[in-house]
C-alpha cells in the first residue's frame, strides 16, 4: 500500500523538490546539515527515503559519498532523472529501509526526512539502522507529527488554533491530514500506520535510547530555520515538525 502511494505521487513530489533545488533553502539546508555533522572529513551518508534525491543532490562532493534509498521504483526513477540532469554522481538504489543489504558499520551519517511516520515498524528501522552506522556515526531525523490532532486533546487544541488564524488572517484553509471526507487517501493512510497515535518525538526518542542511541538534540519547528518570512505565514501545512539527532555510542 505504502509503495504505491509513493508510487503515485513521484512526479508532483519531484516537481516540489526540483523548485526547491532552484531556490535559496539548498544553502539553508547545507548551514543545517553542516553545522550538525563534521564536515572536515571524508563522509559516507545514506539518505534513507530518498524520494527524489534531494540529500543526494545537495551533500554530493569529492569528500561526501552519498547512496540513497527508497522502496517506491518511481521515486527512485525520478530520483536519478533529477541527478542525471545536475551533473551529481551519488547512488540510488532500490532497498526497505527497515532490512537493508549493507554491511554492519557502513556509513558515517545517516539522513532521512518526512519518512519515518510512514514506516510500518519505525522500531525495526531504528535497529536496522542503528546496525549500519559506525561506532560515533550521526542519525539526523526529520519528520512531523501530521495526524496528531486526530488523535491527542491538546494536539487538536494548537492545530485548530493555527487554523483558526490562518482562516482569520490570510483567509487560507489549513491542510487537514487524514481528513475523511476531504481526503479519503490520507485517511486509510493515517489509519494503516503505526506511529500515527504516538507521541512523537517523545516516542522516537524512548526507542532509539532503548536501541542504544545516545540522543543529542530535539529541535521542534525545524522549519523556521529554512522556510523564509513569507512561506511561514502563507504555510497551510501546519502540524508539527521536528528535527531529532542521534549518535551510535
Ligand atoms: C515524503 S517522501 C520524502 C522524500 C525525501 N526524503 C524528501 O524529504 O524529499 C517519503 C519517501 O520515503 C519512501 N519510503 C517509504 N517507505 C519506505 C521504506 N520502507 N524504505 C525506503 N523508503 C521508503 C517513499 O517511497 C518516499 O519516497
Redesign the pocket.
Known amino acids: 500500500m505504502?509503495?504505491s502511494f509513493?508510487n503515485k505521487h513521484a512526479q508532483g513530489?519531484s516537481q516540489l523538490?526540483r523548485s526547491d533545488l532552484q531556490s535559496n533553502k539548498v544553502e539553508k539546508w547545507q548551514h543545517f546539515i553542516f553545522d550538525e555533522i563534521d564536515n572536515t572529513v571524508s563522509l559516507n551518508i545514506l539518505?534513507?527515503?530518498?524520494?527524489?534525491g534531494?540529500?543526494p543532490a545537495i551533500l554530493t562532493s569529492d569528500t561526501r559519498k552519498v547512496t540513497g534509498?527508497?522502496?517506491?521504483d518511481e521515486?527512485i526513477k525520478v530520483a536519478k532523472e533529477n541527478l542525471k540532469k545536475l551533473g551529481i554522481d551519488a547512488t540510488i538504489i532500490k532497498?526497505?529501509?527497515?532490512e537493508t543489504d549493507f554491511q554492519e558499520a557502513s556509513f558515517d551519517v545517516l539522513i532521512?526526512?518526512?519518512?519515518v511516520w510512514?514506516?510500518p515498524n519505525p522500531e525495526k528501522a531504528y535497529r536496522e539502522w542503528y546496525r549500519l552506522l559506525k561506532p560515533n556515526g550521526q542519525l539526523l531525523i526529520f519528520d512531523g507529527s501530521w495526524y496528531s490532532h486526530h488523535f491527542h486533546e491538546d494536539a487538536k487544541k494548537r492545530f485548530d488554533e493555527k487554523a483558526k488564524e490562518l482562516q482569520e488572517k490570510y483567509n487560507l484553509i489549513a491542510h487537514n491530514y487524514g481528513d475523511k471526507t476531504t481526503d479519503p487517501e490520507d485517511f486509510d493512510m493515517m489509519n494503516a500506520l503505526y506511529l500515527s497515535d504516538k507521541r512523537r518525538p517523545e516516542w522516537d526518542k524512548t526507542c532509539l535510547e532503548n536501541i542504544g542511541f545516545t540522543v543529542t538534540k530535539i529541535e521542534e519547528n525545524y522549519l523556521d530555520r529554512i522556510l523564509d518570512e513569507q512561506e511561514k505565514q502563507y504555510r497551510t501545512d501546519i502540524a508539527p515538525v521536528f528535527f531529532i539527532k542521534a549518535i551510535k555510542k
Open positions: 505504502i509503495q509513493w513530489y523538490i539518505d534513507i527515503g530518498t524520494g527524489p534531494f540529500f534509498i527508497d522502496l517506491s521515486m532497498q526497505d529501509c527497515q532521512c526526512r518526512n519518512l510512514t514506516v
